[in-house]
C-alpha cells in the first residue's frame, strides 16, 4: 500500500482466509554478518557432472522394489549409458524421479544398476528418472 502523503512504501502481513501470505523482506531488514574470511586454496575445486536419464516404458511396481540396469540410461550427449560414474568419497548422487528430487534413503546407485527400496507405490510408464552423479577434484 502506498501512503502518498509521505511517500513511503509500507509492507503489510496479509492472512486471507485460510492462505498465508508471507511479508515483503527488505534488503535491510536482513542482519548483516561479517564476511567469513578469504581463504587462499593451494588449489582449485573442480566439480565433474554425469547426468543419467530414463523415461520408464511401462509401469514399475515397486511392491518388492525394482533394480534398472545402468544399461537402460543415456547420458547427457545421448549416448547409452554402461555403467554409472559414482565419486566416492568426494561426491553425491541425486536422484529425480519425475522431477522430484527423492530421498536418499529409497535407493542404492552402483556403477551397474539403480536399486530402488520396496513401497506401496507405482512408477507409471513415461515417468522421467534421472541420475545425478556430482564429484569434486583439486587442480
Same mark, same amino acid.
Given at each position: 500500500?502506498?501512503?502518498?502523503?509521505?511517500?513511503?512504501?509500507?509492507?503489510?502481513?496479509?492472512?486471507?482466509?485460510?492462505?498465508?501470505?508471507?511479508?515483503?523482506?527488505?534488503?535491510?531488514?536482513?542482519?548483516? #554478518?561479517?564476511? %567469513?574470511?578469504?581463504?587462499?586454496? *593451494?588449489? =582449485?575445486?573442480?566439480?565433474? &557432472? $554425469?547426468? @543419467?536419464?530414463?523415461?520408464?516404458?511401462?509401469?514399475?511396481?515397486?511392491?518388492?522394489?525394482?533394480?534398472?540396469?545402468?544399461?537402460?540410461?543415456?547420458?547427457? #550427449?545421448?549416448? %547409452?549409458?554402461?555403467?554409472?560414474? *559414482?565419486? =566416492?568419497?568426494?561426491?553425491? &548422487? $541425486?536422484? @529425480?524421479?519425475?522431477?522430484?528430487?527423492?530421498?536418499?534413503?529409497?535407493?542404492?546407485?552402483?556403477?551397474?544398476?539403480?536399486?530402488?527400496?520396496?513401497?506401496?507405490?507405482?512408477?507409471?510408464?513415461?515417468?522421467?528418472? *534421472?541420475?545425478?552423479?556430482?564429484?569434486?577434484?583439486?587442480?
Amino acid at each position: 500500500m502506498v501512503n502518498f502523503r509521505n511517500h513511503q512504501k509500507i509492507e503489510q502481513e496479509c492472512v486471507c482466509g485460510d492462505r498465508f501470505i508471507w511479508p515483503r523482506i527488505k534488503a535491510s531488514t536482513i542482519p548483516s #554478518v561479517d564476511p %567469513p574470511p578469504v581463504i587462499d586454496p *593451494i588449489g =582449485n575445486i573442480i566439480p565433474t &557432472v $554425469n547426468r @543419467y536419464f530414463y523415461i520408464a516404458t511401462s509401469d514399475i511396481n515397486l511392491t518388492n522394489g525394482a533394480t534398472l540396469a545402468a544399461s537402460l540410461f543415456w547420458d547427457d #550427449v545421448g549416448n %547409452p549409458a554402461t555403467e554409472f560414474k *559414482i565419486f =566416492n568419497p568426494n561426491g553425491y &548422487v $541425486n536422484l @529425480y524421479i519425475n522431477a522430484v528430487m527423492q530421498e536418499g534413503g529409497i535407493y542404492t546407485l552402483t556403477p551397474t544398476s539403480l536399486a530402488l527400496s520396496p513401497n506401496n507405490s507405482t512408477i507409471y510408464g513415461g515417468t522421467p528418472i *534421472i541420475i545425478e552423479s556430482l564429484g569434486f577434484s583439486t587442480k
